[in-house]
């Protein structure tokens, strides 16, 4: 497996930080998503609203067609389900699932060039791509890695340093 390279190791340290920042913001919108989506659609039928008639924050009913039976409840719009929303204001359940969308897109930008740099193999990138799907694993995956990475750095920097001044003393 072929290792990173020592010039690169600034780029790997900015590339952890933005990672280490994208986990966190991922993480924290997938559990607000998975928040939002238990509330829809388990018996409760309920989306979060701020402003409108209902005051700064609220949960709105959601009106559940006659075409939706049990199991068409797992699958949003499918066998012919109607939810309607009953609140008006703006529509927080649905800001938080296109924000989490795009935060992955992030997310997995910033996965991508950590695998790029660390050289890691492919199914590395599989694996640290499923914790922004995976509630809290962003959040297991961002201290594993983070621990790994540094401690890659600092070993493969001091044998680096070792080596520089080894070189330095021979040209003396």
């Not at 699958?75 to 800001?95: E, I």
């Amino acid at each position: 497996m072929p290792e990173p390279k020592a010039a690169s190791f600034p780029k790997i340290r900015g590339a952890l930080k933005f990672y280490q920042i994208a986990s966190i913001i991922t993480g924290v919108m997938l559990l607000l998503l998975l928040a939002e989506m238990i509330l829809k659609y388990s018996p409760t039928h309920v989306e979060l609203f701020a402003g409108g008639s209902g005051g700064l924050l609220w949960f709105a009913p959601v009106i559940v067609g006659e075409a939706c039976q049990w199991f068409s409840l797992f699958v949003p719009g499918g066998m012919g389900c109607d939810l309607v929303s009953a609140g008006d204001g703006a529509n927080l359940s649905l800001f938080i699932l296109v924000a989490h969308g795009w935060f992955y897109v992030v997310y997995l930008f910033a996965v991508f060039r950590l695998w790029s740099l660390m050289r890691w193999p492919f199914s590395r990138f599989i694996t640290l791509a499923l914790g922004g799907v995976i509630p809290a694993l962003s959040f297991i995956m961002e201290a594993k890695v983070s621990r790994e990475v540094r401690a890659y750095l600092a070993s493969h920097e001091a044998a680096t340093a070792a080596t520089t001044s080894e070189t330095q003393e021979a040209a003396r």
